[in-house]
Structure formats: C-alpha cells, structure tokens
Antibody, heavy 119, light 108 residues
Framework: EVQLVESGGGLVQPGGSLRLSCAGSGFTLSNYEVNWVRQAPGKGLEWVAYSSGSGPTVAYSDSVRGRFTISKDNANNALYLHLNSLRANDTAVYYC????????????WGQGTPVAVSS | EIVLTQSPATLSLSPGDRATLSCRASQSVRIYLAWYQQKPGQAPRLLIYDASNRATGIPARFIGSGSGTDFTLTITSLEPEDFAVYYCQQRSDWPPFTFGQGTKLEIK
C-alpha cells in the first residue's frame, strides 16, 4: 500500500527539540517532493517546509525558518524534520505530504504526528 | 505572500442540497489551486488540483472551477459523508504554499 507514515511527535518543553520522521511505504520517497504541514488544535492548515525530491532545494515558512531543518535518509526511505527552539505556538499535528508532478504538493498525506510544547 | 480567503466560514445545508464554496486569492494564482477535504480526526485528502481536475477516486459530484483570483468548489448533491471542513491551497507562487482558512460544511 502506498502511504506516508509520520512518527517522532511528543511532549517537549519550550526551547527543546524533536525530530519528526516521514517514511514512505510502497514508493521511493526521494523521487518526490515532500512538504510538512501543521495544524494547531482547532485551527486551519499551515504550510511549514518543503524538500525537493532528488535535489537539494528546501524552503521554510517565515514562522519556522532558522529553527526547523529538513534532512533526508534515502537508505531508509525517510525524511526528517528537525524542530529546535520550540515554542508553545509550535504545538500542532504535523503532517508530511507527497507532491506529485502535475497535481501539486498535497497529493498524498500521512496520518500526522502530534507535537505539544509545554512546561 | 498570496493570501487565500474562503467564504463562507460555515455553510449549513442538508443532504441532497447543492453546496458552493468560494476561495479568493489576493493576486492571480493562474489555475494552480487545490481543494482538500478534512473530516474530524483525519488527515486532509486532495479533492481537486489545478482548479478543476478531480484527484483519483473523487466522485463526480465534486466540481472545481475558476482561474486567476476566484475559484469555486461545487458539490452537486450532498451526501452524508461530505460534511467536513474544506481548504483551498495555492501553488502558483511559493514559498509559502498558502492555505485558505477553511469552510466548515455542516448539516442543517
């Protein structure tokens, strides 16, 4: 089955760090663009970060640039979002999405992983 | 940054009704607009891409239209499973891939 599986979320104190994982199943993740999208409790969707498929291009929203970074693990068919200097307003469910050529950045979504930033 | 404004915020209709959801962009996004459906406790799923193309497996009652700055998602005859929150997203000028704030379609 073709799917994305996120993991790594949890409860962290303000200023702390987490590493979120996005694993591809049934396809080769590095052949696709990947985005991270988050959703704060009771709120709408917010795009967070982008990674090109085979190339080095990454992009971040203004709200996370300088604190979040993307890295790739092609051997494990995975991509990571490193969350540093976490703030209370980073609390959200984090989704990874696969972008398909022609149909855009949200063609396939994972189930999401929750991140809670609280003391 | 392109801002997407969805209206109405909430739409109350009955099964069998026709639903019309709007998404307006602050500047032209050409045809590069997508619509997503999100049900409680679930991830969003892609319904429409590039303004009018249904994603794989999406029923024909979901119709996307528009270009430039004004877009519409029409659901021709609402089924019980269609009551959800709908988001639009642009990919014309990025980053960021901005989303609208959502329209909640609720049962009247």
């Amino acid at each position: 089955e073709v799917q994305l599986v996120e993991s790594g979320g949890g409860l962290v104190q303000p200023g702390g760090s987490l590493r979120l994982s996005c694993a591809g199943s049934g396809f080769t993740l590095s052949n696709y663009e990947v985005n991270w999208v988050r959703q704060a409790p009771g709120k709408g969707l917010e795009w967070v970060a982008y990674s090109s498929g085979s190339g080095p291009t990454v992009a971040y929203s203004d709200s996370v640039r300088g604190r979040f970074t993307i890295s790739k693990d092609n051997a494990n068919n995975a991509l990571y979002l490193h969350l540093n200097s976490l703030r209370a307003n980073d609390t959200a469910v984090y989704y990874c999405t696969r972008g398909d050529y022609g149909s855009g950045p949200g063609s396939l979504w994972g189930q999401g992983t929750p991140v809670a930033v609280s003391s | 940054e392109i801002v997407l404004t969805q209206s109405p915020a909430t739409l109350s209709l009955s099964p069998g009704d026709r639903a019309t959801l709007s998404c307006r962009a602050s500047q032209s996004v050409r045809i590069y607009l997508a619509w997503y459906q999100q049900k409680p406790g679930q991830a969003p799923r892609l319904l429409i891409y590039d303004a009018s193309n249904r994603a794989t497996g999406i029923p024909a009652r979901f119709i996307g239209s528009g270009s430039g700055t004004d877009f519409t998602l029409t659901i021709t005859s609402l089924e019980p499973e269609d009551f959800a929150v709908y988001y639009c997203q642009q990919r014309s000028d990025w980053p960021p891939f901005t989303f609208g704030q959502g329209t909640k379609l609720e049962i009247k």
